[in-house]
């Protein structure tokens, strides 16, 4: 799994025969629920031992984990929510803004071969293309001590706060776009088992 995510192919070599397959995919998955389903609730308590919040964690590994953008966690909604009747921004304008910042990011790699979007960035472009202001500085190096984030979650997490500046059609990465993009590695956090 981790070659096509890093490298975009599969390789299978026989003795007499190398073959790269393309791969290129967008990866979505899924867990089930941890089992008492109370841990994070907003409204019940857990009390599960100490150690079974790991263990449920391990069930996937941490690189794999590392190679994922976006770690969303669903908690039950509450009642209220159901019933509200705030509106929300709708499918159709999500997909508006969408389409703005892939446009912006067609722009932008327009002279690199075969890069379309701020996830396929190499490594060279990050600190030209995701610079950082001082307060976004101080907050990302906060956030990789205090959660001892690897390397290559730090360039994720500067990749997706891109994202998120170019959905808003923001030139500048403000830190409340790292914070954010922070925000989507939930299970690097020490709400999860940290
Ligand atoms: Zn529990």
Redesign the pocket.
């Known amino acids: 799994m981790r070659q096509p995510m890093e490298e975009i192919k599969v390789s299978i070599s026989r003795t007499k025969l190398a073959i790269d397959f393309p791969a290129s995919f967008m990866l979505i998955a899924s867990m089930n629920p941890?089992?008492?389903?109370?841990?994070n609730h907003p409204e019940k308590n857990?009390?599960?031992p100490p150690g079974?919040v790991t263990k449920y964690l391990n069930k996937i590994s941490g690189p794999l984990l590392d190679r994922i953008d976006l770690h969303v966690e669903v908690t039950p909604v509450a009642f209220s929510h159901l019933t509200s009747t705030h509106i929300q921004e709708g499918s159709f304008e999500i997909r508006k803004r969408v389409v703005q910042a892939r446009n912006l990011q067609d722009l932008r790699f327009k002279h690199k071969k075969g890069i379309y979007s701020n996830a396929q960035m190499e490594s060279a472009d990050l600190k030209k293309i995701c610079s950082l202001n001082n307060e976004s500085q101080t907050l990302i190096k906060k956030t990789m001590e205090q959660l001892n984030l690897s390397a290559r979650a730090y360039d994720r997490i500067l990749k997706v706060s891109r994202t998120i500046a170019d959905l808003e059609t923001s030139e500048e990465i403000l830190s409340s776009h790292v914070a954010e993009a922070i925000h989507f590695r939930n299970l690097d956090r020490e709400g999860w088992g940290g």
């Open positions: 941890y089992p008492c389903r109370f841990y857990c009390s599960c079974s």
